[in-house]
């Protein structure tokens, strides 16, 4: 049953790219996202999507899984820390947004029996200066209660 869900879940998963070279800031946000993939991936995680656009306003930065644990992912990617956490980036209208996304996204996919909740990956580094340091901060904020799933 595992992969059955898996590939459902997995059908929203957009994949971006496009043909116009990227910003500087897109480019090294694209990078971060990668390198939060793989650190997910090496820790376990199935990555299910990337760039997951549930509607046309908002979108999850990656979606993966765990068992029996469902995550919707926000890659923060950050040169330095002068000005603070990347983390401290995903204010009240960030969180908003991705709890928006999320239930639109499990309305999509029919609310999989799964345990769901929201991470945090902040990437420090650039591209071009090798491995970044990166952490992850699980179960960094919860749904808000407006967003009501079956039980």
Known sequence: MGGVVSR????LAGRGGTDKPLPRSAEVGTWGEE?????LKAQ??????????PTRHDEI????????ILVFVEVKTRRREDF?????AVGKDKRH???????????K?????????FDVVEVLGQPEEGT???RHLDNAFPFERRFVFPV
């Open 61 to 68: 930065d990656l979606i993966v899984r765990k068992g029996d």
């Open 8 to 11: 459902l879940l997995g059908r």
């Open 132 to 134: 970044p340091v990166i």
């Open 35 to 39: 390198q939060a993939a793989a650190y």
């Open 97 to 107: 947004a991705l709890n928006r996304a999320a239930a639109a996204y499990l309305r």
């Open 44 to 53: 376990g995680y199935e990555v299910l999507g990337r760039n997951v656009r």
């Open 109 to 117: 996919v029919k609310y999989p029996d799964l345990f769901y909740r």
């Open 84 to 88: 603070g956490r990347p983390a401290m």
